[in-house]
């Protein structure tokens, strides 16, 4: 079993910036990739980056590349979402997720995914 819990969400200004962390813990965390997806109101869960087991790969959906940047420490098992540029359309729960997968990219995929975290709600007014 795998626990997700992330932290760092809130209400922000447009313009402004947030990072949102994960911690992980119950199983190796260096052997999972992680993402970080996505849900607003009305909408599907979306992927929003992945970044692979050592961290030297990552990958981020055309609508945040350039301002949000996925990172990790696994010395501290944690993985780390920063939000720059915030706007209105990026207000949404926001959830982490592991692989343990062995995939030759990094999956975009909820079905990829195998452990979730509760989600931490980041909401951005105009």
């Known amino acids: 079993q795998v626990q997700l819990v992330e932290s760092g969400g809130g209400l922000v200004q447009a313009g402004g910036s947030l990072r949102l962390s994960c911690a992980a813990s119950?199983?190796?965390?260096?052997?999972?990739?992680m993402g970080w997806f996505r849900q607003a109101p009305g909408k599907a869960r979306e992927f929003v980056a992945a970044?692979?087991?050592?961290?030297?790969?990552?990958r981020h959906a055309d609508s945040v590349r350039g301002r949000f940047t996925i990172s990790r420490d696994n010395a501290k098992n944690t993985v780390y979402l920063q939000m720059n540029s915030l706007n209105v359309e990026d207000t949404a729960v926001y959830y982490c997720?592991?692989?343990?997968?062995?995939?030759?990219?990094?999956?975009?995929?909820?079905?990829?995914?195998?452990?979730w975290g509760q989600g931490t709600q980041v909401t951005v007014s105009s």
């Open positions: 997720a592991a692989d343990f997968g062995r995939r030759e990219q990094l999956p975009q995929s909820r079905a990829a995914y195998d452990y």
């Open positions: 119950g199983r190796t965390f260096s052997s999972s990739t």
């Open positions: 970044i692979s087991r050592s961290g030297g790969s990552t």
